[in-house]
């Protein structure tokens, strides 16, 4: 099944190359793209490892003709992670290094940085159908990567990121770490916002550190970087958690703080009489302006089925936070 597939890609790679070879970028950048997603799904979908190092680089090479370099150094980037997982020992001679190196002019120690990084973290870990983005989500900071451009949404990608917050045998740390993917993926895959990793504050870390560069003022207004914080706990979160992170918002002097829950908070009907958690939140904005807005688990499964725009949904409960609605 696999070289059949192989043989698949190996064709299609030759067909729609034309397309870019021919003078038709824009049409190869989507041609490409929607290959590399139905490659994705087929890869996920079998568990199957399929190298998908060539397509990435023809989806850097028609986005570089096109002139958007930013999004060329994305895909040859996330080529490279590809060819690095691929052979651990020549990836440097293979055509996304020198794209990057050569053909966008990145300094070479930087990008070869970045490989032996991805090359240590290839060795401690085994492949993943999330890869090659995980690998791309697993370099911090934001800045080694050379690239501000967002990773692309792959909806089946999302939804097996989705499905895997609650395996079997998990252990804690797992599930955590399961939701803090899932979440910095839709955050990195969303125009606007730069996914940092996570950071230490003087008495915790973090979970996710997110740089809000969004053009929408209504959205720059809700801060320049939001912290980021998963629960995937059996319970609802409680007034004390909700404390917890407005007082490290405070610390770092940070507006927005979003907190990812997949058993929601707690609290009564915003309509009739708050409580708990979400009566914390409100009385954490009045008191000083500090947003919280809480992703619940049908707004992470909206967000990963594609259902829903990220930046429409915070800007929304940003809203209902703001104006005392939450």
Same mark, same amino acid.
């Given at each position: 099944?696999?070289?059949?597939? #192989?043989?698949?890609c190996?064709?299609?790679?030759g067909?729609?190359?034309?397309? %870019?070879?021919?003078?038709?970028?824009?049409?190869? @950048?989507? /041609?490409?793209?929607r290959?590399?997603?139905?490659?994705?799904?087929?890869?996920?979908?079998?568990?199957?490892?399929?190298? +998908?190092?060539?397509?990435?680089?023809? &989806?850097?090479?028609?986005?570089?003709?096109?002139?958007?370099?930013?999004?060329?150094?994305?895909?040859?980037?996330?080529?490279?992670?590809?060819? !690095?997982?691929?052979?651990?020992?020549?990836?440097?001679?293979?055509?996304?290094?020198d794209?990057?190196?050569?053909?966008?002019? !990145?300094?070479?120690?930087? !990008?070869?940085?970045?490989?032996m990084?991805?090359t240590?973290?290839?060795?401690? !870990?085994?492949?993943?159908?999330?890869?090659?983005?995980?690998?791309? %989500?697993?370099l911090?900071?934001?800045?080694?990567?050379?690239?501000?451009?967002?990773?692309?949404?792959? +909806?089946?990608?999302?939804?097996?990121?989705?499905?895997g917050?609650?395996?079997?045998?998990? @252990?804690?740390?797992?599930?955590?770490?399961?939701?803090?993917?899932?979440?910095?993926?839709?955050?990195?895959?969303?125009?606007?916002?730069e $996914?940092?990793g996570?950071?230490?504050?003087?008495?915790?870390?973090?979970?996710?550190? /997110?740089?809000?560069?969004?053009?929408?003022?209504?959205?720059a207004?809700?801060?320049?970087?939001?912290?980021?914080e998963?629960?995937?706990?059996?319970?609802? $979160?409680?007034?004390?958690?909700?404390?917890?992170?407005? #007082?490290r &918002? +405070?610390?770092?002097? $940070?507006?927005?703080?979003?907190?990812?829950?997949?058993?929601?908070?707690?609290?009564?009907?915003p309509k009739? +009489?708050?409580?708990?958690?979400? %009566?914390?939140?409100?009385?954490e904005?009045?008191?000083?302006q500090?947003?919280?807005? /809480?992703?619940?688990?049908?707004?992470?499964?909206?967000?990963?089925?594609?259902?829903e725009? %990220?930046?429409?949904?915070?800007?929304?409960?940003?809203?209902? /936070?703001?104006?005392?609605?939450?």
């Amino acid at each position: 099944m696999r070289g059949d597939f #192989g043989k698949i890609c190996l064709v299609n790679y030759g067909l729609i190359s034309n397309l %870019l070879n021919n003078g038709f970028p824009s049409e190869a @950048t989507e /041609v490409f793209l929607r290959w590399y997603q139905i490659v994705r799904e087929n890869e996920i979908s079998r568990n199957l490892r399929v190298h +998908k190092g060539t397509v990435l680089w023809w &989806l850097g090479r028609s986005r570089q003709a096109l002139k958007l370099s930013e999004e060329a150094k994305n895909w040859y980037l996330l080529a490279m992670l590809e060819d !690095v997982r691929h052979d651990r020992k020549l990836w440097k001679s293979w055509p996304a290094r020198d794209s990057i190196v050569n053909g966008l002019q !990145v300094a070479v120690t930087v !990008v070869d940085n970045l490989g032996m990084k991805a090359t240590k973290l290839c060795n401690a !870990v085994p492949w993943s159908p999330s890869e090659p983005e995980f690998l791309w %989500l697993s370099l911090f900071p934001h800045k080694i990567r050379f690239t501000r451009s967002p990773l692309p949404f792959i +909806k089946t990608l999302a939804q097996h990121m989705l499905n895997g917050l609650s395996a079997p045998g998990m @252990t804690k740390k797992q599930i955590g770490d399961a939701l803090e993917r899932l979440v910095s993926y839709l955050f990195a895959t969303e125009k606007g916002f730069e $996914v940092i990793g996570p950071s230490l504050a003087p008495d915790a870390q973090n979970d996710i550190l /997110v740089r809000n560069r969004h053009t929408d003022s209504a959205v720059a207004s809700m801060g320049d970087y939001f912290l980021i914080e998963c629960k995937n706990w059996h319970k609802t $979160v409680r007034a004390p958690i909700i404390r917890e992170l407005a #007082g490290r &918002l +405070k610390t770092a002097a $940070v507006k927005t703080g979003v907190l990812a829950s997949m058993t929601g908070i707690s609290g009564g009907d915003p309509k009739t +009489k708050r409580s708990g958690a979400r %009566l914390a939140i409100s009385k954490e904005y009045l008191q000083d302006q500090t947003a919280i807005l /809480v992703l619940d688990k049908t707004a992470i499964q909206n967000l990963a089925a594609g259902n829903e725009s %990220l930046t429409s949904l915070l800007l929304s409960i940003f809203e209902d /936070v703001r104006f005392d609605r939450v």
